[in-house]
């Protein structure tokens, strides 16, 4: 579950990163008609400020990013040495039943024997 939650936090983090790309792109496509010629509905100073906002949250998005992106590697990394003990414990029990029902069926020879 810590895995598949730290893929969902690493998703959101990257579908917020993708939407303030797209916000940016609006926002520059506004300013440059502005030069353009075209009607100018919104101010280049709002612009521009939105523009600096959005960079200080992909600043902090890219950080929480690389943290996230940490999380997972160590979930994943603690997932595989846990797969890996269970293999291995699977091993030995096998050897173990395997161990348990030659005992018996030697038990039960020499018990055939001896009567």
Request: hydrophobic share 45%; glycine share 6%.
């Amino acid at each position: 579950m810590a895995k598949a939650s730290a893929e969902m936090e690493l998703s959101r983090l990257g579908a917020q990163a993708g939407a303030i790309e797209e916000e940016n792109t609006a926002l520059f496509r506004m300013h440059s008609d502005r030069f353009d010629g075209s009607a100018a509905i919104v101010p280049a100073n709002i612009i521009m400020r939105r523009l600096e906002t959005n960079k200080m949250r992909q600043a902090q998005l890219g950080e929480r990013m690389i943290a996230q992106r940490q999380e997972l590697v160590r979930v994943s990394r603690t997932l595989q040495i846990l797969d890996r003990r269970l293999h291995a414990l699977g091993q030995v029990m096998e050897r173990f039943e395997a161990a348990a029902e030659m005992d018996e069926y030697i038990g039960h020879l020499l018990a055939k024997g001896s009567i």
